[in-house]
């Protein structure tokens, strides 16, 4: 009688420690499914942010090109033709002067020629459709040449590989890119030379623009563009990002700054 109650009671813990682990691993089943559920919901809102910052960055950069093709427009059907009006103006006059007035006469018509050509160079630049057609090369060769002329910087273009064209709207994006990278210089670097290569290879496309200038803290300058709300490097960021290019920047105090950008092919 008594092994017989021993035997129930034994089998009464077995059962009940059973029952007890089965429940806890059910308990931890569950556990783990609520977690991987919430870590994939996590997930999926992440992927939903980045789509739409990324969706809005696109809209983003098509109303600045409409902006920019509208003022590329009015340089080129308005202000070029007042400048070309100048010069008829002052060719009409200059027969008419005394020899003390036409030296300046002369001098302002060569200035005007100056500006005309300032104004289409900068009307190309702007220019969605100019830039898609003779691509990305040419433009940066343009764009730099303008830079040479206003700002007398010592330019230095290379080219090595054989070229290959990106998407049309990626070349876009990386245009404005090396433009704003271009503007960097001009209104901080103090540089007196600008060096650029594009490099080509089966799988990708290496640009990297280099300055002369005084360079500066890259973490600060990130810092205080936050704090600022200043969107020069982060614009470079988020254009390099969006065309799923590989970006880097490196610069030290007075000894100038390196930007490189990765495209894959």
């Known amino acids: 009688m008594q092994t017989s109650f021993s035997e129930v009671t034994a089998l009464t813990i077995i059962v009940s420690t059973t029952l007890i682990l089965l429940f806890g691993g059910i308990i931890i089943y569950f556990l783990f499914l609520y977690q991987r559920k919430r870590y994939r919901h996590q997930k999926e809102v992440l992927e939903l942010r980045e789509a739409f910052n990324q969706t809005l960055l696109q809209s983003k950069l098509a109303i600045q090109e409409q902006t920019l093709d509208h003022i590329s427009k009015e340089l080129h059907a308005n202000f070029s033709h007042l400048v070309s009006l100048i010069n008829i103006n002052l060719a009409e006059i200059l027969p008419q002067s005394s020899n003390d007035m036409k030296d300046n006469i002369l001098e302002t018509k060569s200035l005007a020629k100056q500006l005309l050509g ?30 040479s002329k206003a700002k007398k910087y010592n330019i230095s273009f290379t080219k090595t590989g054989e070229e290959f064209r990106l998407k049309p709207e990626h070349e876009i994006i990386l245009f404005r890119l090396c433009q704003e990278v271009f503007n960097n210089i001009v209104k901080y670097a103090k540089a007196t030379s600008v060096t650029v290569i594009i490099s080509y290879s089966t799988d990708h496309m290496l640009l990297e623009i280099n300055d002369n200038g005084v360079g500066f803290n890259i973490a600060l300058a990130i810092q205080q563009s936050a704090e600022k709300e200043s969107t020069g490097l982060l614009n470079i960021k988020k254009r390099a990002k969006l065309i799923n290019a590989g970006f880097s920047i490196n610069s030290e105090e007075g000894k100038g700054t390196t930007v490189k950008i990765v495209i894959p092919n």
């Open 118 to 147: 300032e104004l289409k160079a900068l009307s190309a630049s702007l220019n969605t459709d100019h830039i898609m057609h003779i691509g990305f090369v040419k433009a940066v060769d343009n764009e730099l040449n303008r830079l």
